[in-house]
């Protein structure tokens, strides 16, 4: 076996790469491996890679936002159930102080 037949065997399918692996990349390291192969340099110029990387992109952003969103709102859903702990605590202590200052008051109204 000679050693182009060889690494056709051990790389990745062309089309993996390009459909699945390179549009994920962010531009910046696309514009560096165009110097890998001549044949990226022209696929980075294509206009459906071009599209695809785009496409990708966005939606790689918008999963990030949506991933901090939620994260933020699990954030502040704690914080909201810990202050309204506290303030229900609050208000349970605020009636129990009423109820003791009234209890004070019909003490010293009946004596």
């Given at each position: 076996?000679?050693?182009?037949?060889?690494?056709?065997?051990?790389s990745l399918p062309e089309d993996l790469v390009h459909?699945?692996?390179?549009?994920?990349?962010?531009?910046?390291?696309?514009?560096?491996?165009?110097?890998?192969?001549?044949?990226?340099?022209?696929?980075?110029?294509t206009d459906t890679f071009l599209m695809r990387h785009?496409?990708?992109?966005?939606?790689?952003?918008?999963?990030?936002?949506?991933?901090?969103?939620?994260?933020?709102?699990?954030?502040?859903?704690?914080?909201?159930?810990?202050?309204?702990?506290?303030?229900?605590?609050?208000?349970?202590?605020?009636?129990?102080?009423?109820?003791?200052?009234?209890?004070?008051?019909?003490?010293?109204?009946?004596?």
């Amino acid at each position: 076996m000679d050693m182009e037949q060889k690494k056709m065997e051990s790389s990745l399918p062309e089309d993996l790469v390009h459909d699945e692996i390179l549009v994920r990349l962010p531009t910046q390291s696309l514009m560096r491996f165009k110097c890998v192969d001549p044949s990226w340099n022209a696929l980075f110029n294509t206009d459906t890679f071009l599209m695809r990387h785009t496409l990708m992109q966005m939606r790689e952003e918008r999963n990030m936002i949506f991933d901090k969103l939620v994260l933020w709102n699990a954030a502040t859903r704690a914080m909201m159930k810990e202050k309204g702990n506290e303030e229900v605590e609050d208000r349970k202590n605020l009636k129990r102080k009423r109820c003791e200052s009234e209890e004070e008051h019909v003490t010293v109204a009946v004596n």
